[in-house]
């Protein structure tokens, strides 16, 4: 990863497997925000993130946040 | 292109990274989130990474409800993260946060004049250095293996009399009982395996992010590299991020891994290498971002 990859290694790195929670996890997570002259505000996408709970983490009483780490 | 032809396309930025000749070189071989042609918007010594994408799929309401979508969040979500994947390997880049769009470039070039100061100093800390994304599971498929061999050599007053002599009913709460405790020892067994890989990582890593644990139907699609096992299935216990110099990152993967060997009723996940997303974020009070002592 240090240095220039070929193009085979960065298309790699793009990652077409990558699944997609993890890819959401840092992408509704992660990235800086930036706002003032943006569109999509964060808390819209924030918002976003809690309609899709249900399919991306629904939280309930039997899977209660565990403590961990 | 015309006054009136930009008025229908918005400025979709994925990433911030510095104005050099390999940075032009590569986001010439890149397409976006629209199938666009992405090219660098620059000032002095920045650029971003953007690409003109259709006003009538990007402008608020419009994105917003795709968003809900799930097949469109997936397509904008992988479209985000080709561009960005493929610059990571520049050796410094900043992603932006999903579905960061402008009316055009001028107002891109001006964020990036106006947050210069955050933007340089981030630059650097993560200049060379790489994600990897940890996730710690319990194995239900190796601890009912456990749950058997207990079963096998009964230790317990109540089994060493003979099950036989327990009436049906007893037995099958004893059966529970067991099974239960099988369950919370691989509960166990997996939160000191994760706390353990977390020592480990945080003798090579330079910053630790905990991400939720993960839930529900998209956490069922496993990936990434796997130790022990590689059966879906189990309780994500621990979903956390490391940021770790790109030199050690082979020497990262191959040691949390290894710590995860030979731990049975534990299954550890490592995806990644990533661009750094989630250490993407303006410094935040210290503690948050430092490796814990475990």
Known sequence: MSGALDEEDARALAGREVALIDLLDRLLQGGVVLAGDLVLSIADVDLVRIDLRAVIAPVDAEHPAPLLP | ?294
């Open chain 2, 1 to 294: 292109m015309t006054e009136s032809a930009w008025r229908q396309h918005m400025v979709y930025a994925y990433a911030v990274l510095r104005p050099t000749p390999e940075a032009a070189q590569a986001v010439a071989t890149l397409r976006g989130v629209a199938d666009e042609q992405v090219g660098l918007v620059e000032t002095d010594d920045l650029a971003a990474a953007v690409g003109p994408v259709p006003a009538e799929e990007f402008e608020e309401g419009a994105l917003r409800a795709g968003l809900e979508e799930l097949p469109r969040l997936e397509a904008l979500a992988r479209g985000h993260h080709g561009v960005v994947a493929g610059l990571a390997s520049l050796g410094a880049v900043l992603p932006l946060r999903l579905a960061t769009v402008y009316r055009d470039e001028d107002r891109v070039r001006r964020v990036l004049q106006e947050r210069r100061d955050q933007f340089l100093p981030l630059l650097e800390r993560l200049a060379g250095h790489v994600e990897w994304g940890v996730k710690v599971y319990t194995d239900p498929t190796d601890s009912l293996a456990g749950d058997a061999a207990g079963a096998a050599e009964p230790t317990g007053g109540e089994t060493a009399g003979g099950e036989g002599f327990l009436s049906p009913g007893r037995a099958y709460l004893a059966a529970r009982r067991r099974r239960r405790r099988g369950a919370e020892e691989a509960w166990q067994t997996a939160a000191r395996t994760a706390a353990r890989i977390a020592e480990e990582a945080g003798g090579l890593a330079v910053g630790r992010v905990a991400h939720r644990p993960q839930r529900g139907e998209l956490a069922q699609v496993g990936g990434g590299g796997t130790a022990g096992g590689g059966k879906p299935g189990g309780e994500n216990i621990a979903n956390d991020a490391y940021l770790v110099p790109a030199d050690r990152a082979e020497e990262f993967r191959a040691r949390i891994l290894a710590a995860a060997e030979g731990q049975p009723g534990v299954r550890v996940e490592v995806t990644g290498p990533w661009a750094p997303y989630s250490f993407a974020l303006p410094p935040e009070p210290e503690p948050a971002a430092r490796p814990e002592p475990v």
